[in-house]
């Protein structure tokens, strides 16, 4: 490009972001720069979009080559054309030294547990999602029984980047896999399956279609602990992580009661019949207030409570029985033993040295 341009709509109220082909344009409340977190917020969204620059703008699969603006572009690879950008997006920043492995390292452990604590991520899988982005409606139903094309795609990326360095030694990772769709499959022809499968042969050698169907066409089961390790990396709770009682449900504040905005399926709420929207008033007579982690604190995992709950207007009530807190964020973190080799296949990897190998200030 002789110039790219990106637009930033710094304002009030707006969010989100949109690739073209040869600018970006990003809606950022202007009052979301100055703290570092937002920065990397910001420039991640920069990153992404201008990583479209290639990844879709240039190759993409078919489907949605060309755009058919007149109905509904279906796909079932739309995990790569959003997922892998955003996989891609967090190593630019890692590799041009804007955000620390540290910083990656937080972020990379949200995007995990955002995973696993997703039902829906064990009855759909990324193909799936891919296909029905454009008409999902969202809410509890898209949660529970789907899950999301950025973070499956982001996390099979991780999965099939690792697996492709450290079977060639370091010498071919994903990105060479992306170098060959921007190679043999350029807009205005799209690209299949078959094509990404036919690729991972012509690199490696081996055949990826058992890996395709386990982890793309089927809801994927990732290892995370077995695929950390290769690169010397573990993913471990807190020391001070402790098993609390739970709703296994997601609230907010709406004046003076809380309102369930996510009810996770098969779990405590579920269980006892509450539902999104409903309004908790009190669990065993006692009013709930604006903290419902406060509420639940004088229980044990495995009681048996009353609640009370409004919904449309009616007072109801129903009873259930805690579970265990589902929601207890996992870390990724060095792990101080790693060998030479995990080492190596780190900075293979990440394109910076392990943290073992990086000196402190003193």
Same mark, same amino acid.
């Not at 341009?5 to 040869?22: C, D, K, Q």
């Not at 937002?38 to 990844?55: C, K, P, Q, R």
């Not at 509904?72 to 590799?95: C, M, P, Q």
């Not at 022809?189 to 395709?212: M, P």
């Given at each position: 490009?002789?110039?790219?341009?990106?637009?930033?709509?710094?304002?009030?109220?707006?969010?989100?972001?949109?690739?073209?082909?040869?600018?970006?344009?990003?809606?950022?409340?202007?009052?979301?720069?100055?703290?570092?977190?937002?920065?990397?917020?910001?420039?991640?969204?920069?990153?992404?979009?201008?990583?479209?620059?290639?990844?879709?703008?240039?190759?993409?699969?078919?489907?949605?080559?060309?755009?058919?603006?007149?109905? /509904? #572009?279906?796909?079932?690879?739309?995990?790569?054309?959003? !997922?892998?950008?955003? $996989?891609? *997006?967090?190593? %630019? =920043?890692?590799?041009?030294?804007?955000?620390?492995?540290?910083?990656?390292?937080?972020?990379?452990?949200?995007?995990?547990?955002?995973?696993?604590?997703?039902?829906?991520?064990?009855?759909?899988?990324?193909?799936?999602?891919?296909?029905?982005?454009? /008409? #999902?409606?969202?809410?509890?139903?898209?949660?529970?029984? !789907?899950?999301?094309? $950025?973070? *499956?795609?982001? %996390? =099979?990326?991780?999965?099939?980047?690792?697996?492709?360095?450290?079977?060639?030694?370091?010498?071919?990772?994903?990105?060479?896999?992306?170098?060959?769709?921007?190679?043999?499959?350029?807009?205005?022809?799209?690209?299949?399956?078959?094509?990404?499968?036919?690729?991972?042969?012509?690199?490696?050698?081996?055949?990826?279609?058992?890996?395709?169907?386990?982890?793309?066409?089927?809801?994927?089961?990732?290892?995370?602990?077995?695929?950390?390790?290769?690169?010397?990396?573990?993913?471990?709770?807190?020391?001070?992580?402790?098993?609390?009682?739970?709703?296994?449900?997601?609230?907010?504040?709406?004046?003076?009661?809380?309102?369930?905005?996510?009810?996770?399926?098969?779990?405590?709420?579920?269980?006892?019949?509450?539902?999104?929207?409903?309004?908790?008033?009190?669990?065993?007579?006692?009013?709930?207030?604006?903290?419902?982690?406060?509420?639940?604190?004088?229980?044990?995992?495995?009681?048996?409570?009353?609640?009370?709950?409004?919904?449309?207007?009616?007072?109801?009530?129903?009873?259930?029985?805690?579970?265990?807190?589902?929601?207890?964020?996992?870390?990724?973190?060095?792990?101080?033993?790693?060998?030479?080799?995990?080492?190596?296949?780190?900075?293979?990897?990440?394109?910076?040295?392990?943290?073992?190998?990086?000196?402190?200030?003193?």
């Amino acid at each position: 490009y002789e110039r790219y341009v990106f637009m930033v709509h710094a304002t009030s109220g707006a969010g989100g972001a949109t690739e073209h082909l040869n600018s970006t344009i990003i809606q950022r409340p202007r009052d979301r720069f100055a703290k570092r977190e937002d920065y990397l917020g910001f420039i991640s969204t920069a990153a992404h979009e201008f990583i479209h620059t290639w990844n879709v703008k240039a190759y993409r699969p078919k489907g949605l080559a060309p755009y058919d603006y007149t109905n /509904i #572009n279906y796909s079932k690879l739309l995990w790569i054309a959003e !997922g892998s950008t955003s $996989y891609f *997006e967090d190593h %630019l =920043l890692v590799r041009s030294g804007i955000q620390t492995t540290d910083e990656f390292f937080k972020n990379f452990s949200k995007t995990i547990n955002r995973h696993l604590t997703t039902p829906g991520r064990e009855v759909q899988s990324a193909s799936e999602t891919s296909f029905d982005k454009w /008409i #999902n409606q969202g809410g509890d139903h898209a949660r529970n029984y !789907g899950t999301n094309i $950025y973070l *499956e795609g982001s %996390l =099979l990326s991780m999965a099939l980047d690792i697996d492709l360095l450290e079977k060639s030694q370091g010498k071919i990772s994903y990105k060479n896999v992306h170098n060959e769709l921007y190679k043999q499959h350029k807009l205005p022809a799209g690209f299949t399956e078959q094509d990404v499968l036919a690729i991972l042969k012509q690199l490696t050698g081996r055949d990826y279609s058992n890996w395709w169907q386990t982890n793309v066409s089927s809801p994927a089961s990732l290892d995370f602990d077995a695929l950390l390790a290769k690169v010397g990396l573990s993913f471990e709770l807190p020391e001070k992580a402790k098993a609390t009682p739970s709703l296994d449900a997601f609230t907010k504040n709406t004046g003076e009661l809380l309102t369930l905005t996510h009810v996770r399926r098969d779990g405590a709420a579920w269980q006892g019949g509450l539902t999104t929207d409903d309004k908790l008033v009190a669990i065993n007579k006692k009013h709930v207030g604006k903290d419902l982690t406060a509420s639940l604190e004088t229980f044990k995992i495995g009681d048996k409570v009353t609640v009370d709950f409004i919904r449309r207007d009616a007072l109801m009530s129903t009873e259930l029985v805690l579970s265990e807190d589902f929601d207890k964020p996992k870390k990724v973190v060095a792990n101080k033993n790693a060998t030479a080799e995990q080492k190596a296949l780190f900075k293979a990897w990440m394109g910076v040295a392990h943290p073992n190998d990086v000196k402190k200030d003193d």
